[in-house]
């Protein structure tokens, strides 16, 4: 992982985190995400005419990257409607990194070195253990904890079926422009059948979402999905999920969630952990 790498995928992170608070933070958690993810349309669009055609060998991994990314956004929504940013957020990115090493290890025949399965185990723990933390009342919710590892499990099942298909499309910002274009199609046929208001509720309160979110979250995703073309799956996606760092800040200055001292100590572990990542590589 280059230093050029490295820096992208964090400034990368630090837009997921931004989107993610944006949709934690209104009140209608589906207009929310929903205008997100249709916000990726106009952005999508633009770059078309500017990147290749993505191979024909990618499309089955395209398709199944729209299901589990719909799939990612749907329990995401539930889980934040119950849940805080800051326990919802570390349990559903910090399980990712985890599950996708462990498959790129024993099933996809990656190799590893010592200290960069260490950096991943180090981010994965620093960061699950935030989700351990109690919310803004003072409670533990077991039902949003169980929500957010769901998510988890299709953040681990997207990042592998885009890191395979971005490479077999050659075309990184093409395969997720295309992918991203199917997701919002699959997203307002979900919206017409089940929520019809959304769309309404979109063009009069969740213009903000739509144009910012859509299009922070447009280019994280377009970095990333690059990024695993340019190194291994699993330490790109344990270098995003540093995210939660970020979260964590908005989750206190913004939504004024509660600090405390395991926060701060589980972000220290995160933070730890990508040292160990960029040291290895540098």
Known sequence: MTLGVFLAVLGAAALHATWNAMVKHDGDKLMAMSGVMLGHIPVA??????????????????????ALHFGYQMFLVNSYRIGDLTQVYPIARGSAPLIVAAISIVFLGVDLAPVELLAVLVIGAGILSLGLTRRADGLRNGRAAVLALVTGTFIAGYSLVDGTGARAAGTAVGYYAWLALGNAAMLSIYLALRSPGTFRDLATHGRRVFWIGGTASFVAYAIVT?????????????LRETSIVFALVIGITVLREPLNLAKVASTMTTLLGVALLRWVRS
């Open 226 to 238: 690059w990024a695993f073309t340019q190194a291994p799956i699993a330490l790109v996606t344990a």
């Open 45 to 66: 669009l633009l770059c078309l005419p500017f990147v290749p055609i993505p191979a024909a060998e990618s499309l089955p991994w395209m398709v199944a990257g729209m």
